[in-house]
């Protein structure tokens, strides 16, 4: 038995031959790989995706720890991406990972090449960003699974999935709505993971406790030297709290809606044929 057949072999009994074989040629594309996009991308390799790619512009920093896959007292400091790519490719060896240590924005959008990709997942905190990535990425031919706010949430019951305009309760979501109807509106629908729970910080502070960040500084660092003491905290009015069950189950529920989506393609292709 080949180390695949094995890896996935009980995936295949839930699924199938045929949907693991969809499955397999999917290209999926990750933007933001922090608490949600880190559950998000192990979940599709574990699944049997192959073809992934990541997209992140940060190294691990100590406060990435308490809910991000891939961060560990062991790898802060170290470039998210990469860190990423190494345990999937611990999961699937034979898994093709493209790392890529960018930020994504207006200016830099085309080198992605997202006509590419069967799906797109918008995993990105930064607003201006994330509105961009949803007008392009609905221009395109590709499903995009986008994650509304998960901080401030301990309730995983109340974690729902509603089409973008549907979206009730989550501020974040609000917030893109009322942004991006001053430009061009998402030229399709797509899903989005939420939660309508709001709880307030408790504790002390709106930084990783010091003015700015706590990422380490350096003038070497690991990856691309432009990108080696880029933070986002010190950008920030506040910092809110989060837990990873929660950062966690956004991350699985849109790796979910996923592979959810090429069952039920693979399922109207059997019914045609029958």
Same mark, same amino acid.
């Given at each position: 038995?080949? +180390?695949?057949?094995?890896?996935?072999?009980r995936?295949?009994?839930?699924?199938?031959k045929?949907?693991?074989?969809? +499955?397999?040629t999917?290209?999926?594309?990750?933007?933001?790989i922090?608490?949600?996009?880190?559950?998000?991308?192990?979940s599709?390799?574990?699944?049997?995706?192959?073809?992934?790619?990541?997209?992140?512009?940060?190294?691990?920093?100590?406060?990435?720890?308490?809910?991000?896959?891939?961060?560990?007292?062991?790898?802060?400091?170290?470039?998210?991406?990469?860190?990423?790519?190494?345990?999937?490719?611990?999961?699937?060896?034979?898994?093709?990972?493209?790392?890529?240590?960018?930020?994504?924005?207006?200016?830099?959008?085309?080198?992605?090449e997202?006509?590419?990709?069967?799906?797109?997942?918008?995993? +990105?905190?930064?607003?201006?960003?994330? +509105?961009?990535?949803?007008?392009?990425?609905?221009?395109?031919n590709?499903?995009l699974?986008?994650?509304?706010g998960?901080?401030?949430?301990?309730?995983?019951?109340?974690?729902?999935?509603?089409?973008?305009w549907?979206?009730?309760?989550c501020?974040l979501?609000?917030?893109?709505r009322?942004?991006?109807?001053?430009?061009?509106?998402?030229a399709?629908?797509?899903l989005c993971?939420y939660s309508?729970?709001?709880?307030?910080?408790?504790?002390e502070?709106?930084?990783?406790?010091?003015?700015?960040?706590?990422?380490?500084?350096?003038?070497?660092?690991?990856g691309d030297?432009?990108?080696?003491n880029?933070?986002?905290?010190?950008?920030k009015?506040?910092?809110?709290?989060?837990?990873?069950?929660?950062?966690?189950?956004f991350?699985?529920?849109?790796?979910?809606?996923?592979?959810?989506d090429?069952?039920?393609?693979?399922?109207?292709?059997?019914?045609?044929?029958?």
């Amino acid at each position: 038995m080949g +180390i695949e057949k094995g890896i996935f072999q009980r995936t295949e009994l839930l699924m199938g031959k045929m949907r693991m074989e969809a +499955i397999a040629t999917k290209k999926v594309i990750i933007f933001g790989i922090g608490g949600v996009g880190s559950w998000c991308a192990e979940s599709l390799i574990r699944t049997g995706i192959h073809h992934l790619t990541i997209v992140d512009s940060d190294r691990v920093c100590v406060t990435n720890i308490n809910r991000q896959l891939h961060a560990t007292s062991k790898t802060v400091g170290e470039v998210k991406t990469e860190v990423l790519k190494k345990r999937l490719l611990e999961i699937n060896p034979k898994a093709s990972i493209t790392a890529i240590q960018k930020i994504y924005n207006q200016e830099n959008h085309a080198s992605f090449e997202l006509e590419k990709y069967d799906y797109i997942i918008d995993a +990105i905190d930064s607003l201006g960003s994330k +509105i961009h990535l949803i007008r392009m990425a609905t221009r395109t031919n590709a499903k995009l699974f986008s994650s509304m706010g998960a901080s401030l949430k301990i309730d995983p019951t109340r974690i729902k999935v509603a089409e973008f305009w549907d979206v009730k309760g989550c501020p974040l979501g609000s917030r893109v709505r009322k942004m991006i109807r001053k430009g061009d509106l998402p030229a399709k629908k797509f899903l989005c993971v939420y939660s309508d729970e709001l709880l307030e910080n408790a504790g002390e502070g709106s930084s990783c406790g010091t003015t700015a960040c706590l990422c380490p500084k350096a003038v070497v660092a690991p990856g691309d030297p432009e990108l080696a003491n880029h933070e986002w905290c010190s950008k920030k009015a506040v910092i809110n709290g989060t837990a990873a069950h929660i950062t966690s189950i956004f991350g699985f529920t849109i790796a979910g809606l996923v592979v959810q989506d090429i069952y039920h393609e693979v399922e109207k292709v059997e019914v045609a044929c029958c």
